[in-house]
T-cell receptor, first 111, second 114 residues
Framework: KAGVTQTPRYLIKTRGQQVTLSCSPISGHRSVSWYQQTPGQGLQFLFEYFSETQRNKGNFPGRFSGRQFSNSRSEMNVSTLELGDSALYLC??????????FGSGTQLSVL | GENVEQHPSTLSVQEGDSAVIKCTYS??????FPWYKQELGKRPQLIID?????GEKKDQRIAVTLNKTAKHFSLHITETQPEDSAVYFCAALNYGGSQGNLIFGKGTKLSVKP
């Protein structure tokens, strides 16, 4: 059974640009959650999608958005990038939001 | 909303010793408490979890205890080995409730010295 796949693995962007990250969940998993990981801050919850609907949202500005497609694949978009957005972005899938299976993440660097 | 505090932030032990990591949560409605291990450069992986109707759960050298009254839970690793070195995250979830996402602690970096 294939695991959670995130693309791209690395991204380098400049301030003001926008970026789109992709996540393919484990087959059969309908829930996809996104987390931001920075040193010392742990895993900060961004949002969760279940069956194409945003079910939960964390305390991030509106520049962070996401969506989920009918095949459960999810994308996360960050507009008007800031230096502080540099982080590892992790996607996790689950059957219904409980036991999370994480992808390897996308390391975003904003210059 | 839920808030999870985790202590200590760093922990160093000698190989063969035990390690204990503690977490407290704020929302008494939380009913699911997993622990994740993240090795350097790798993804977090679930190592053990416990539900609110159970006080203790064990899996080989790893055990988790839950005290619902005090709203805290702990990870116990016995006979530590160098491969246990990693960052460990606790989390809490009110599964089926209004707060439907896992809230994580800030992590504990465990170093096991040979």
């Amino acid at each position: 059974k294939a695991g959670v796949t995130q693309t791209p693995r690395y991204l380098i962007k400049t301030r003001g640009q926008q970026v789109t990250l992709s996540c393919s969940p484990i087959s059969g998993h309908r829930s996809v959650s996104w987390y931001q990981q920075t040193p010392g801050q742990g895993l900060q919850f961004l949002f969760e999608y279940f069956s194409e609907t945003q079910r939960n949202k964390g305390n991030f500005p509106g520049r962070f958005s996401g969506r989920q497609f009918s095949n459960s694949r999810s994308e996360m978009n960050v507009s008007t990038l800031e230096l502080g957005d540099s982080a590892l972005y992790l996607c996790a899938s689950s059957l219904a939001g409980e036991k999370l299976f994480f992808g390897s993440g996308t390391q975003l660097s904003v210059l | 909303g839920e808030n999870v505090e985790q202590h200590p932030s760093t922990l160093s032990v000698q190989e063969g010793d035990s390690a204990v990591i503690k977490c407290t949560y704020s929302d008494s409605a939380s009913n699911y408490f997993p622990w994740y291990k993240q090795e350097l450069g790798k993804r977090p992986q679930l190592i053990i979890d416990i539900r609110s109707n159970v006080g203790e759960k064990k899996d080989q050298r790893i055990a988790v205890t839950l005290n619902k009254t005090a709203k805290h839970f702990s990870l116990h690793i016995t006979e530590t080995q160098p491969e246990d070195s990693a960052v460990y995250f606790c989390a809490a979830l009110n599964y089926g409730g209004s707060q439907g996402n896992l809230i994580f602690g800030k992590g504990t970096k465990l170093s096991v010295k040979p």
